[in-house]
């Protein structure tokens, strides 16, 4: 069975991850994100909905019955233990549908070569041991604040910082340029994965 190279995209808020992970889509690598899979769970999966209304009750419900992200960010942000009981709902089910997403493309006739999933926590969680290959986005903190309406500084000290992550990572790059030269920084990855 040919299995597709398992890339995985991370790198800090605003860093440019979606826009690397468009970018392997673009040159025909297969493509997932995990925040992608975490906005399904919450508005599809019945058992993450109850457990996220027993936990924390109508207040994180929109008009219509679904989950408020938004509503659920702001208090999973503010409460160190919240954010950690939403992420062992959420991680454990996330890993699973990647990877079965990857197990179904090395089932396929013609399977891409490369499978790039965006995983913004892949170190945080231990995750990169599921990969062939990580790479990781970064951007100087004026161009990260510029891309993003999220607070960043309220978020960014859980997560490790951008140092510890390239020394890690099979391929890093800085992202305070064009698209363009995004675009040549991915192609040239997957050139050197697939040759």
Request: net charge negative; glycine share 4%; aromatic share 2%.
């Given at each position: 069975m040919a299995r597709p190279i398992a890339?995985?995209?991370t790198g800090g808020i605003g860093a440019g991850k979606s826009e690397a992970l468009a970018a392997f889509a673009r040159h025909g690598a297969a493509t997932i994100s995990s925040d992608d899979i975490v906005h399904r769970l919450l508005h599809e999966d019945d058992e993450v909905h109850h457990a996220v209304v027993d936990r924390f009750g109508d207040r994180v419900l929109d008009p219509?019955?679904?989950?408020?992200?938004?509503?659920?960010a702001d208090i999973v942000f503010a409460d160190r233990e919240a954010l950690e009981w939403l992420e062992g709902l959420?991680?454990?089910r996330v890993v699973q549908e990647y990877i079965g997403w990857r197990e179904q493309l090395a089932e396929q006739d013609d399977p891409p070569a490369v499978c790039a999933?965006?995983?913004p926590l892949l170190y945080e969680v231990g995750g990169q041991?599921?990969?062939?290959?990580?790479?990781?986005?970064?951007?100087p903190?004026?161009?990260?604040g510029e891309r993003t309406e999220?607070?960043?500084?309220?978020?960014?000290?859980?997560l490790l910082?951008?140092?510890?992550?390239?020394a890690q990572a099979d391929f890093a790059y800085v992202n305070d340029g064009s698209l363009e030269k995004l675009d040549d920084f991915v192609q040239a990855v997957l050139r050197e994965l697939t040759r």
């Open positions: 890339v995985a995209i219509r019955g679904e989950i408020d992200r938004g509503t659920l959420l991680h454990p999933t965006e995983v041991d599921r990969f062939d290959a990580v790479v990781v986005v970064t951007a903190p004026n161009v990260r999220v607070a960043v500084e309220e978020r960014e000290p859980r910082p951008d140092s510890v992550k390239v």
